[in-house]
């Protein structure tokens, strides 16, 4: 019920921000005598914001046609190299570029696209053979192909190495810092030729128990029970995985919102006063911002659920208790993987210190193959894009990268 009354006021807000939006064109019309005086451009400037904001959303593109490579430009093609049900590996491939650190960015499934590290692909194609996890709408995946949970997760990262082939690097943001441990554990204690030399993580929740969040809370707050009855929705049947049990996109979405709704009720003000005074070019930046963090997709009910339990309430990797397919995923057999943990200060989703962690379980990892970065003033999604991120952190990856191809 839940879901489907979510399509039905889908369903309904886009069609009043259609309505919305033939209004605020007809307001701004340069015939329309309103669109020069009166209320006119205030009324048009509030129906341009709603019309964004009640819009229905698809999967964004990447949209990435060309990179700059010696100071040359260089045209950039996505290939879906090997395709899974719940996911493809992408590598968006440089004409005319061969050789270069092999790189695999390992997006979060954690509500929104792979294309959400549109800015943090873009920042390493230069120097890089960048490839993505570009992972799928649950929702869109029939019944017949079965479930995917962590132990499901692990096993795609491992084949997606073995794809790109020995002597790649790993990055994960976020969410998947945890898999990618497991996966590198579990590649380096069964000596794998295709692990990774380096893995770097940023803002990832290693250990939760290190600076808990608001998000690491709630959490903890509630019983696996309560996530169970309360966030588990079925697939409406116009959808291709009609019947699977998913943890929607649309939940995540608001929660992440309500954490701050201060801060979106400004950007959405703010966006209101550039249009009524013409600045397109700030109005339109908040707007791109927005048709990616709206843009969401569910997960399967077994990997939410089963990350919340093994991740957030019990912490089983950092207490020695995880477990892959019945091998116990030992972080101390990590002995020959580079390992770089990156944190920002002002990180409201992973607290300080929870990435770091990955540093003090990896014990026979040599010093001179740990490190430690602390962005300053940086906050979670600014670890991986915008200035911040290709000014002072990006430096950081491509230099541990380097050290070590």
């Known amino acids: 019920m839940l879901y489907d009354a979510y399509e039905m006021q889908r369903s309904l807000l886009a069609g009043a921000s259609a309505f919305a939006n033939m209004g605020a064109e007809f307001l701004q ?58 996911g493809q590996l992408k590598r968006f491939a440089r004409e005319g570029i061969e050789g270069g650190p092999r790189l695999l960015i390992v997006a979060p499934m954690s509500g929104h696209y792979a294309t959400l590290l549109r800015g943090t692909v873009e920042r390493m194609l230069p120097g890089h053979d960048v490839y993505i996890t570009d992972w799928r709408d649950a929702k869109l995946v029939p019944l017949r192909e079965g479930r995917f949970d962590l132990d499901d997760y692990i096993d795609y990262l491992i084949e997606f190495l073995e794809h790109i082939g020995p002597g790649a690097h790993m990055l994960a943001v976020c969410q998947p810092s ?28 290693i250990d939760t128990r290190e600076a808990p969040t608001a998000v690491n809370n709630l959490s903890t707050e509630r019983p696996h029970s309560w996530f169970e009855q309360n966030v588990i929705a079925t697939v409406p049947m116009h959808y291709p995985g009609a019947g699977r049990a998913v943890y929607p996109g649309f939940l995540q979405l608001a929660g992440f919102m309500s954490m701050n709704l201060g801060d979106h009720m400004t950007s959405h003000w703010e966006m209101f006063k550039h249009l009524v005074v013409g600045d397109d070019d700030s109005a339109d930046a908040t707007k791109r911002f927005y048709d990616e963090y709206r843009a969401v997709c569910d997960m399967t009910a077994e990997f939410y659920l089963e990350t919340v339990d093994v991740v957030f309430q019990r912490h089983l990797l950092p207490r020695g208790q995880f477990y892959h397919r019945g091998k116990r995923v030992d972080p101390q057999a990590i002995k020959d993987i580079a390992i770089l943990a990156i944190e920002g200060e002002r990180d409201d989703i992973s607290g300080v210190g929870q990435t770091k962690a990955a540093l003090t379980l990896a014990k026979n990892l040599p010093a001179k193959s740990k490190k430690y970065h602390l962005a300053p003033e940086v906050g979670h999604y600014g670890i991986f894009n915008g200035s911040k991120w290709r000014t002072r952190i990006a430096p950081v990856v491509e230099e541990w990268i380097a050290k070590f191809d």
């Open 29 to 86: 019309n340069p015939v329309n005598p309103f669109a020069y005086f009166g209320g006119g451009p205030i009324l048009a400037s509030a129906l341009d914001v709603f019309a964004h904001a009640a819009a229905p959303r698809g999967k964004p593109a990447f949209g990435l046609v060309q990179t700059e490579v010696d100071g040359r430009k260089v045209v950039v093609t996505e290939e879906i190299v090997l395709q899974k049900p719940f």
């Open 178 to 205: 945890v898999p990618c441990y497991a996966a590198a554990a579990l590649m380096a204690k069964d000596e794998h030729p295709c692990r990774p030399k380096t893995l770097t993580m940023m803002g990832g929740p």
